[in-house]
C-alpha cells in the first residue's frame, strides 16, 4: 500500500508504525516463551528416554528368559492371546496460542491371566512392558508437542525479522520522508504568502 504524502498520510503511517512495533514486540516475547517451553520439554524427554531404556532393558532381559525357557512360538500365541488392558483419553492445551496435543489420562491393567505352567519370566517381562507403557505414551505426547513449537518458533522468528528488518525500517521512512516533503510544502507556502504580502504591499 503506498501512503500519500499528506497530513493524513503522516498520521496513517505513524498508525502502522506503532502497530508494527508492538507487533514486534509482543511477538518477540512468544517466541522467548516458546524457547523456554521448548527446552523445558526437552528436559522432560531426555529424562523420560533415560528412565525407558533402563525398563526396556530390564524387560527384554525378561522376555528373552522366557523364550529361551518356553520357546519363541509359545511366546508367540501368549501375546496374541493377551488383551491391552489400556486406555488414552486425548485432549488439547495452548502454548501463547499454539494448540498442542495433551494426555489427560493413561489407565494400565497390569494384571493379565496366562495359561497354567508359564514362566515367572514370561510375568516379569509382561508386567515390565507394560509398566513402561504410560511413560512411552507419555515420550510420544512431549515429542509431538515439541515438533509443533519448533515450527512455531521458526514461523515466529520469521515473522519477528521481517517486522525488525523490513516492515519497521520501511514505515520509519515513509514517515521520514511525508513529513520531509510537508515542510518542503509549508516553507514553499511561506515563500509564496511573503512574495503576495510584498506585492500587495505595494
Request: positive net charge.
Amino acid at each position: 500500500m503506498i501512503i500519500k504524502p499528506t497530513r493524513m498520510g503522516l498520521l496513517l503511517a505513524r498508525r502502522k508504525l506503532k502497530i508494527a512495533v508492538k507487533g514486534h514486540s509482543l511477538l518477540k516475547q512468544k517466541r522467548d516463551v516458546l524457547v523456554l517451553e521448548f527446552f523445558k520439554i526437552l528436559r522432560e524427554i531426555k529424562k523420560l528416554r533415560g528412565e525407558i531404556s533402563n525398563g526396556l532393558v530390564d524387560a527384554q532381559k525378561s522376555l528373552y528368559n522366557a523364550q529361551a525357557i518356553e520357546g519363541e512360538v509359545n511366546i508367540e500365541r501368549t501375546a496374541f492371546g493377551l488383551s491391552s488392558g489400556a486406555s488414552v483419553e486425548l485432549g488439547f492445551r495452548s502454548i501463547m496460542g499454539l494448540e498442542v496435543p495433551l494426555i489427560k489420562e493413561i489407565k494400565t491393567d497390569n494384571q493379565w491371566y496366562g495359561y497354567f505352567g508359564q514362566t515367572v519370566e514370561l510375568d516379569n517381562a509382561t508386567k515390565q512392558y507394560r509398566d513402561i507403557f504410560p511413560s512411552l505414551v507419555r515420550l510420544m505426547e512431549k515429542q509431538l508437542v515439541l515438533k509443533h513449537m519448533a515450527e512455531e518458533i521458526k514461523k515466529t522468528k520469521r515473522r519477528v525479522n521481517s517486522l525488525e528488518y523490513l516492515t519497521i525500517p520501511r514505515l520509519e521512512r515513509t514517515q521520514k520522508n511525508i513529513a520531509f516533503k510537508l515542510e518542503e510544502i509549508e516553507r514553499d507556502n511561506f515563500s509564496r504568502l511573503k512574495k503576495i504580502k510584498k506585492m500587495t504591499a505595494k
